[in-house]
């Protein structure tokens, strides 16, 4: 299924400066791997070590927290904008 997937400004360099990019999957693991075939390196700043979403990256289907879903098994239907928001901190 094809998506269009945010990228926020600090990913931006593994995808040439573009802010939306276009992936493959039904779910949200098969999307991220479309990401890194299309844009390496980019996975890695999304997902942990043990494959995981990284605690401080929050990600969005549609308008659902994928964290309230089913995470990376979260559905993600022909059409659907995915999110990739990082956590900011500060005071």
Known sequence: MSVK???PTILRTYTAGQAEVPAE???LSEVIQSL???HP???A???DDQGKLRRFVNVYVNDDDVRFEQGLETATPAGA???I???VAGG
């Open 5 to 7: 997937v945010r990228i």
């Open 25 to 27: 999957g039904a779910t």
């Open 36 to 38: 890194e075939s299309n």
């Open 41 to 43: 390196g980019i996975a």
């Open 45 to 47: 700043r999304v997902l």
């Open 81 to 83: 904008g995915i999110s």
């Open 85 to 87: 928001i990082p956590a």
